[in-house]
């Protein structure tokens, strides 16, 4: 019988076999950007087979029928069953194969594929699970830089204890507005199976899991196939009129149309919106081109009274001022912001900037909400993870102890925490101190001697990012100053 160590062993080989084969693409021209896309392509004919779920093809565009084509007419039959998919079979594979098309050029370089593909042990992926093989690779890419996927994939291990702290049940509406490839709604998924019995769950229970559970939204076409591909392997459904990832902007009137959740996970893009415009939502009191403050208010909007929330966040979150106060305002009078983790430098490598984690639960008033706001400091004299340094779960450890068994804020279990003074990582601020600050929230007290290696400085185009971030902030800032003060600013 073989041991969980011996399973994820299979499932890393079969991974890095996966990944080896991006050489034959690059040699034909396909960019790391599209070589997981490309690549999901024939992996879902394959594990349809695999799978005994080709019923969801249409006759004639099943692995087999590309398989037996001889080399040279396979390339052509391969280009015309991508446009063909996106119009037949199941939703789910219209939805997956949506304007899809293949950037291989060579017959050869498909037929390695192919061929590579139906090599790989199939028997052990099945045993182990189709779900992490697919994540495996999912993360493999995130870690290539080239392939600039970072941006739709939040490190496993932080998302694991996002959700660890957070317990989600069956009893949620659980939603990530900024799905990205569904890391959070899987994360969530494996943990209401870890902690219940799905076994003895009713039929109305059953049906609750399957269509009235997860829900999300994801902005690029090509994060969205990925998303739905990786619920699919993972046995969650993706239904346009139920549950599942939809494709859409949350931040037009589509976000608007997502169900009010009692659990909220997500890790929004940072930045502005493209073309510098606001959202087309109607429901924002606080208007701004600031996607980060846009995706908050989304969030805490939301919420149904009681629900709770677990946001990943940039620093200019905690302290930009003019409309960044007016929300943070608003998001501490409507909920009760009760933990900020501050994160270690290096999780997200591409962008280059420090971020957090927010914890609030929306109140039953829109008043008076948040009382106190913990804040762990896991920043300071902590190493910059990156490729030296991975990020594991047990760097979350002291954390989620800290944290303890508060996934709605109470304040009878924010009583059991212990504040641990100017030189530990864990301390508690009162509301009346924090609005002294002008609701600054951007709160330092450990001095950082901590010494970055030389190996793991952001590459030049990540600190050039981070700079570009600040130098926009501080834009933003000014002309809102200018704006305050009623001063016109001629063109030049």
């Known amino acids: 019988m073989a041991t969980p160590n011996t399973n994820k062993t299979v499932t890393q080989d079969i991974v890095a076999k996966l990944w080896n084969l ?46 037996t084509k ?9 280009r015309k069953m991508l446009i063909d998919l996106g119009s037949q079979g199941s939703r789910l594979v219209q939805e997956i194969f949506a304007n899809a098309s293949t950037f291989i050029k060579k ?39 080239k392939s600039g996927a970072g941006q739709y994939f939040t490190p496993r291990p932080l998302i694991d204890s996002m959700v660890a702290v957070m317990q989600p049940t069956l009893d949620d509406i ?45 902005l690029v076409q090509d994060a969205h196939r990925l998303a739905l591909m990786n619920l699919m392997l993972h046995g969650l459904d993706s239904d346009p009129e139920a549950a599942g990832i939809r494709y859409g902007d949350t931040l037009s009137p589509e976000g608007q149309a997502l169900p009010k959740a009692t659990l ?28 980060q403050f846009a995706f908050l208010q989304h969030i805490y909007r939301g919420l149904k009274p009681g629900g709770r929330a677990a946001v990943v966040l940039p620093d200019n979150v905690l302290f930009e001022s003019n409309v960044g106060r007016d929300i943070r305002r608003d998001l501490m009078d409507k909920c009760n912001l009760h933990t900020i983790l501050r994160l270690p430098t290096g999780i997200f490598y591409a962008q280059g900037v420090k971020t957090n ?49 508060a996934p709605l804020g109470q304040p009878e279990s924010l009583k059991m925490r212990q504040d641990t003074g100017e030189e530990g990582r864990f301390r508690r601020f009162t509301r009346e101190w924090i609005a002294e600050r002008n609701d600054n929230l951007d709160i330092v007290w450990l001095k950082d001697e901590s010494e970055v290696s030389a190996e793991d400085l952001p590459e030049p185009e990540a600190l050039a990012q981070e700079a570009l971030g600040e130098l926009e902030a501080a834009m933003a800032e000014l002309y809102s100053i200018i704006e305050e003060l009623g001063v016109g600013i001629e063109n030049e």
Request: aromatic fraction near 12%.
């Open 357 to 405: 984690v927010l914890f609030f639960t929306r109140g039953e008033m829109d008043k008076g909400n948040t009382q106190e706001v913990w804040v762990y400091d896991l920043r300071a004299n902590m190493p910059s993870f990156g490729k030296r340094t991975a990020l594991e779960r047990s760097h979350f450890a002291e954390f989620e102890a800290a944290f303890g068994d």
């Open 70 to 78: 001889s080399a040279p007419e396979r390339l052509n039959f391969y």
């Open 174 to 218: 659980i939603q990530d507005p900024a799905a990205g490839t569904g890391g959070f709604l899987i994360s969530a998924n494996r943990y209401i199976r870890e902690h219940e019995n799905p076994d003895k769950w009713t039929e109305t229970q059953q049906r609750k899991y399957h269509r009235n559970t997860f829900y999300g939204m994801e």
């Open 107 to 145: 017959p050869t370089t498909l037929s390695i594929l192919v061929t590579e593909i139906d090599k790989l042990d199939w028997y052990s992926a099945r045993q182990e699970g189709m779900g992490d093989l697919y994540e495996g690779l999912l993360e493999k890419n995130a870690n290539e830089k």
């Open 264 to 291: 909220i996970l997500t890790n929004p893009p940072f930045g502005t919106k493209s073309g510098g415009g606001l959202p087309s939502r109607d429901d924002f009191s606080f208007p701004t081109s600031n996607k």
């Open 22 to 67: 991006c050489n034959v693409l690059k040699d034909d021209g396909v960019t790391y950007h599209q070589y997981v896309t490309e690549l999901t392509y024939l992996l879902f004919l394959k594990m349809a087979k695999e799978t005994h779920t080709e019923k969801d093809l249409p006759e004639g565009y099943r692995w087999d029928d590309l398989e």
